[in-house]
């Protein structure tokens, strides 16, 4: 029995040396330099410092002597006889010499961060206490995104050189960071906290953005609520973000710095949205300019100003009235229910120029001004600043013949007219330039009586007629059927062209309607009246069918008479018609020179000479009769000689 419970303390005892010793070994036993050596008694003792710094702040209570000294435990403990196996070691020492060992040791594996403190700041590093043998050294550049690093500061490292060539322990803040980068990018996605970030450098839509040892991606749309123009000034600046979306699967970060400033500017905005009132004058800033308009910030929210509200004068664009970032005041001219909607003004902050008007501007007087819009109907001239006439294309000219208005001005001309109509409680005015120049139709009946000759410029065409300028101011009508003596006109574009000259002759004058009637083809002697004896009913002429028709067929004589020969009158000696092209002799059958009308035939021509074979033979016929016929002498010859018979004498 004896020798089992020897066996069995002995037993103990290996188990109780050999717990103390992995205890003390404080993980040491990676060190090459160490290969698993038991803690020193020096080292204890440090440990024990500490120790004792730390017991004198925790409350007071029983204490075991080893609580109450460490110190003088660790210096009264007899390492030599423990390892030895002459002491025994009670279990609670053992319990709370491995606490201290825990407590006061770093242990220094590569894979495992751990927290330090700066104890001081060199212009290139940072020295890191982890309690471990000596400090640790850091590069100033692994701490570039958080520039107010100073002694004191907590900072997560990680073992990268336990000693260099100077027994020196390398650290390493950013891969601590990148081990821990994920965790906290997120924890920080998931709960919405703010995180510091280094922008390092541009990249194609965006900024490269250091966060938490990763880089992460900030779009250009998301680094500020307005457009920016200037990506390079972001460059190098440590700033705030929000961790917008992660991905996964590729490792991707997206973050935004306008997120924070939005969630400043709805604050911002709710409060002024909720002060809003038409016709309040407030102070923005010019955020954004369009063709339409101009976007103002009013200090969180925008509102718009249309361009017709910049200026009362027209302008072309917005930005000949205002720059970006410029200030000014603008009113508030309406808004929608939920305020999102903001319309804003700014001409509306001076008075209208209509009220400017002196009271001396009336009709008939003379204005200069610009002319700022050209339409189809006329142009609108700004006479002063915001206030516009209109001259009617009618009263651009004298002539009746209505044109564009932009055969007369441009946009940009300076122009003189005079004062038609003035209505300032409608803010309208007309105005005449036609009325500055005399008016032409004053001495129209000896400019131009009826029967004289002149040339004038064909302006426009109508189904019925052409109208011909013969000066500026004066227009005349030519009728289709005054054109030409000998053509059938369907449309004057068949007869001429626009802007081609043409003779004509006044035919009627009109003065009060301003109306005249002139004629072209009365310039020329009526060919008809030469052509009514050569083509005369029963004239017979040679000529070639030079078109075929429904009804028969049309023939040239010569350029002013063409005739008309009905389907039946085509009809050859043969039985068969006159073709296209086939020359034939044909008779006049009709000749109308009022209606300008003449009818030919070619069947007449032989079917006279039919009749007149027939009217020969008749007549050979009856003279043949004729001398067959006894004369009155032949039948008293006979009678007489009848007589002499029968009296004998015979």
Known sequence: MADKATTKDEAAKKAADKKVENSVAVKDAKKPTREKEAVKAEDMED??????????????????????????????????????????????????????????????????????????????????????????????????????LKVGDKVEVLIDVREDSTGQLILSHRKARTIKAWDRVNAAHDEGTIVNGFVKCRTKGGMIVDVFGIEAFLPGSQIDVKPIRDYDIYVGKTMEFKVVKINHEFKNVVVSHKALIEADIEEQKKEIIGQLEKGQVLEGVVKNITSYGVFVDLGGVDGLVHITDLSWSRINHPNEIVELDQKLNVVILDFDEDKTRIQLGLKQLSAHPWEALGDELKVGDKVKGKVVVIADYGAFVEVAEGVEGLIHVSEMSWSTHLRSAQDFVNVGDEVEAQILTLDKEERKMSLGIKQLTPDPWTDITSKYPVGSRHTGIVRNFTNFGVFVELEEGIDGLIYISDLSWTKKVKHPSEFTNIGDKLDVVVLELDVEGRKLSLGHKQTEENPWDKYEEEFAVGTKHTAKIDEMVDKGAIINFNEDISAFVPKRHLEKEDGTDVAKGEEAEFQIIEFNKEFKKVVASHMTIHREEEAKIVKQAAKKAAKQAEEAKPTLGDANSKLQELKDKMDGKK
């Open 47 to 148: 440990m024990a410092e500490a120790k004792v710094g730390q017991s004198l702040e925790t409350p007071k209570e029983e204490l075991t002597p080893q609580q109450a000294n460490p110190a003088k435990f660790l210096e009264d403990f007899n390492w030599h006889n423990y390892q030895e196996g002459i002491d025994p070691v009670d279990g609670e020492q053992l319990q709370e010499f491995e606490k201290l060992v825990e407590e006061n040791f770093v242990d220094t594996l590569d894979d495992e961060v751990v927290e330090g403190e700066v104890i001081h700041l060199t212009d290139r590093d940072a020295i890191i206490d982890i309690n471990a043998k000596s400090e640790g050294v850091i590069s100033l550049n692994e701490f570039r995104y958080n520039p107010d």
